[in-house]
């Protein structure tokens, strides 16, 4: 304190004679004192461990705990009255990287997915478009689907991806125009043209893909008109996910701390999420 | 950029994340005043006709209603089916002649009940909502509620 308490001499003058008057105290703000790198590094370091301590507490000593049960009731009391479709539940984590790890990336496979995933799949030979359609592809053929789509008998609204094989990807130049757009277009450099569809289709058709950004990770796990079970169902196949996709034995894996579950205009709260 | 939402239903909340999300889920679950139980066995779906767009004059009433009242009578009857109907509106004749009313749709249709909401505050809507049903008020004690640190031992 004393330090910033320095004698000042002000000059107050408007052009006649200067009148120096006496300051008890600097004018000078005390963000303009020189930095000490060393209470600075320590301060942050210390502030770095309480996050870390307050994020490794159990979820439900948290004043805004509460179970899943619990928490769909208040979040459905919130959303009374809007669409469905405009209700959507989602869960933020907070994540504390430690140094020189990766991100957490990864795919959820939800038991009930919050979108409908349709696939398209493109292909000369008829075993594929037959196993194809066996998986559930929405829409699956060779050239006949090609010129369907050309004269706009298939609704492309609905679906999520298309896949083709070598062979019919000269042929699909000609609808690029209608599916390049909507993003429909497969591409060996997405990855949506190979051989093995059906291991594609496995793949990609009902998963989520998720990405930490920064020190969160925050995906939809489902709507207000979900039941209580399938909700659960799908936080559960979530948080098998997240903490199944840190690849095992590191020795540096990252914190996951505390979960909030939360929806479209509801409020937030906190909930036990681990395994 | 203006202080606090401009939405009428996150207004005078406390500013520390905790504190407002306690107060959001208690203004949920009600007080005494404001949580009623329907009879289940009676009636099946509350249904609420609304202007789609500039709601003003006599469709204030029950849009605050709506984002007030209902979110605690929902609470408090998880299993009654809620559904508002938004209504869109073209000219001044349309938005003139738009209904603003609740339709209770009972588990027998000779209990239907129409009640008029327009002109209304939304607390007398609540009031004639209940008398009309016969709904029982919550009990204190039923009611959850959640402390605020402060009352129960502190968030290190």
């Known amino acids: 304190m004393l330090s910033n308490i320095s004698m000042n001499r002000v000059a107050v003058s408007s052009g006649s004679r200067f009148i120096s008057a006496i300051r008890l105290f600097s004018s000078t703000p005390i963000t303009y004192k020189p930095k000490n790198p060393q209470n600075d590094a320590k301060r942050k370091l210390r502030r770095e461990q309480a996050v870390k301590q307050r994020n490794k507490q159990a979820p439900e000593s948290h004043p805004l705990y509460l179970t899943v049960p619990q928490a769909m009731r208040y979040l459905r009391a919130a959303e009374v009255g809007q669409p469905a479709k405009k209700t959507t ?75 083709a094989t070598p062979d019919i990807v000269k042929d699909l130049r000609v609808i690029a125009r209608q599916i390049g757009p909507k993003g429909l277009m497969p591409a060996a450099k997405k990855g949506t043209v190979s051989e093995d569809v059906e291991a594609l289709m496995k793949e990609s058709v009902g998963a989520f893909p998720f990405k930490q950004k920064e020190q969160h990770l925050s995906i939809p796990v489902g709507r207000c008109d979900f039941s209580d079970e399938e909700i659960l169902k799908n936080l559960k196949a979530a948080s098998e996910a997240i903490y199944g996709c840190q690849p095992p034995g590191t020795r540096k894996p990252n914190l996951i701390g505390q979960t909030c579950l939360s929806s479209t205009l509801g409020p937030s709260v906190v909930i036990n999420f681990k395994l | 950029m203006a202080k606090g939402s401009g939405c009428s239903m ?94 209770v749709h009972g588990v027998d249709p000779k209990d239907n009940l129409e009640i008029d909401c327009a002109g209304k505050h939304s607390s007398v809507i609540l009031q004639e909502l209940v008398k009309a049903t016969g709904a029982v008020g919550v009990p204190a004690d039923e009611i959850p509620r959640i402390k605020t640190p402060q009352e129960k031992e502190s968030w290190a």
């Open chain 1, 89 to 163: 539940v989602s869960i933020l984590m907070t994540v504390l990287p430690e140094r020189g790890s990766k991100p957490l990336a990864g795919s959820v496979y939800f038991p009930k997915p919050i979108k409908e995933s349709h696939a398209m799949v493109f292909s000369l030979q008829e075993e594929v478009v037959a196993k194809a359609k066996e998986l559930g592809a929405t829409y699956a053929g060779g050239l006949e689907l090609i010129e369907q789509i050309k004269n706009g008998e298939v609704k492309l609204d609905i679906l999520t991806h298309a896949f």
């Open chain 2, 10 to 103: 996150f207004k005078d909340l406390p500013s520390s994340r905790i504190l407002k999300q306690i107060t959001r889920l208690n203004n949920i679950a009600g007080t005494t005043e404001s949580a009623y139980k329907f009879d289940q066995s009676k009636y099946a779906k509350i249904e609420l006709f609304l202007q789609q767009r500039n709601i003003h004059g006599p469709a204030v009433g029950l849009k605050k209603f709506w984002r007030l009242n209902l979110p605690t009578l929902k609470f408090h009857n998880d299993d009654l089916q809620f559904v508002l109907t938004r209504i869109a509106t073209e000219s001044k004749a349309d938005v003139a002649a738009c209904p603003s009313k609740i339709i």
